[in-house]
């Protein structure tokens, strides 16, 4: 792929990662909780996950098919509701040490991998904005080109995603009021995102 074609995407592909939403919510209070490579790490494979769904195929045919999106919608504004109460209820605050860490490392894993994989905005980003930094004209074929654009906004994301949860570590180890102020305003992005996907998807069949 033309070395010019991967830096417009990388640009555009950032913009979205820098923009505050669900992942942004989750990577903050996993570092609260010392647990930012875990939560990252489940992030970062929903990403890639949507990258190979897009890449073979699957999401363009998932696309004209009404119910799925309904069911993928559904599911994941569902969860986002229920990790923002939960985050509510028990807010997170930092660990007495660096040492210390709470909750199961494949928990905060396999809670990442449902906030991005479940997130139908994810996946239909993908799919409107991967094949149109693709060519046939192009040496490689367009799986390849699909995939090599989906590292690079995982690649985006590890770092921007790593930075914020580290950097709210950093900032508010020492304030635990602090902590829990910033840990419930996770939470509550968290439930607004979840039933802003749910609204959005009434009013669709409402209108249908």
């Known amino acids: 792929m033309p070395a010019a ?8 592909s950032f913009l979205f990662v820098i923009t505050p939403g669900a992942d942004w919510a989750y990577a903050i209070s996993a570092g609260l909780r010392g647990r930012v490579v875990p939560a990252v790490s ?4 929903g990403h890639l996950v949507a990258t190979v769904v897009v890449a073979a195929g699957v999401g363009a045919a998932l696309a004209r098919i009404p119910l799925a999106l309904v069911v993928l919608t ?10 923002g109460i939960g985050t509510l209820r028990h807010p997170s605050v930092p660990a007495a040490s660096e040492a210390v860490t709470t909750g199961s490392a494949w928990r905060w894993l396999a809670r990442g991998a ?3 994989g479940l997130n139908p905005k994810v996946f239909l980003l993908f799919l409107a904005l991967l094949p ?6 192009y040496a490689w074929p367009l799986f390849a080109q699909i ?3 989906g590292l690079v906004h995982t690649a985006s994301c590890a770092v921007v995603y790593s930075a914020v949860g580290v950097g709210a570590r950093a900032t508010l180890a ?3 009021a602090a902590a829990r102020v910033v840990s419930r305003i996770s939470g ?7 039933i802003a996907l749910f609204a959005e998807q009434l009013l669709t069949a409402v209108h249908s």
């Open 5 to 12: 074609a991967l830096a417009a995407f990388w640009l555009t």
């Open 42 to 45: 489940g992030l970062l494979s």
């Open 74 to 83: 559904t599911a994941g504004a569902a969860y986002l509701v229920w990790l």
């Open 114 to 116: 449902g906030v991005s």
């Open 132 to 137: 149109q930094f693709t060519s046939a004209e």
């Open 147 to 149: 995939l090599v654009l």
């Open 174 to 176: 020492t304030r635990p």
């Open 188 to 194: 509550a992005v968290m439930i607004v995102i979840g």
